[in-house]
Nanobody, 128 residues
Framework: QVQLLESGGGLVQAGGSLRLSCTASGRTFSRYTMGWFRQAPGKEREFVAAISSSGGRTTYADSVKGRITISREYAKNTVYLQMNSLKPEDTAVYSC?????????????????????WGQGTQVTVSS
């Protein structure tokens, strides 16, 4: 069982930056692929970014490439989402997720069914 707790959301002006954190409970953090998803009002949840259990591989949604960076810190059981050049369309509830690592060579999971554990989410609002 893994419990995830997000933090770092808030209100920011367009062009600004935020860093989201997701801290995992338990001692198996290093075994999981970690992902970030977001859900805007009236829209379905969508993939944002993922990082492999080793931290050596990352993948991003096209809409955030070049603006958002995912990273993880094993000593703190934490995964981060650094978001720069924020746009109003980035406004959403951001949730982190943990999923069983896929076999070596497989792409990182980019859909909800690739993840087993979810946090409650943190609100990010970008004003124009």
């Amino acid at each position: 069982q893994v419990q995830l707790l997000e933090s770092g959301g808030g209100l920011v002006q367009a062009g600004g930056s935020l860093r989201l954190s997701c801290t995992a409970s338990g001692r198996t953090f290093s075994r999981y692929t970690m992902g970030w998803f977001r859900q805007a009002p009236g829209k379905e949840r969508e993939f944002v970014a993922a990082i492999s259990s080793s931290g050596g591989r990352t993948t991003y949604a096209d809409s955030v490439k070049g603006r958002i960076t995912i990273s993880r810190e094993y000593a703190k059981n934490t995964v981060y989402l650094q978001m720069n050049s924020l746009k109003p369309e980035d406004t959403a509830v951001y949730s982190c997720a943990a999923g069983t690592e896929r076999p070596f060579g497989a792409t990182l999971a980019m859909t909800e069914n690739g993840y087993d554990y979810w946090g409650q989410g943190t609100q990010v609002t970008v004003s124009s």
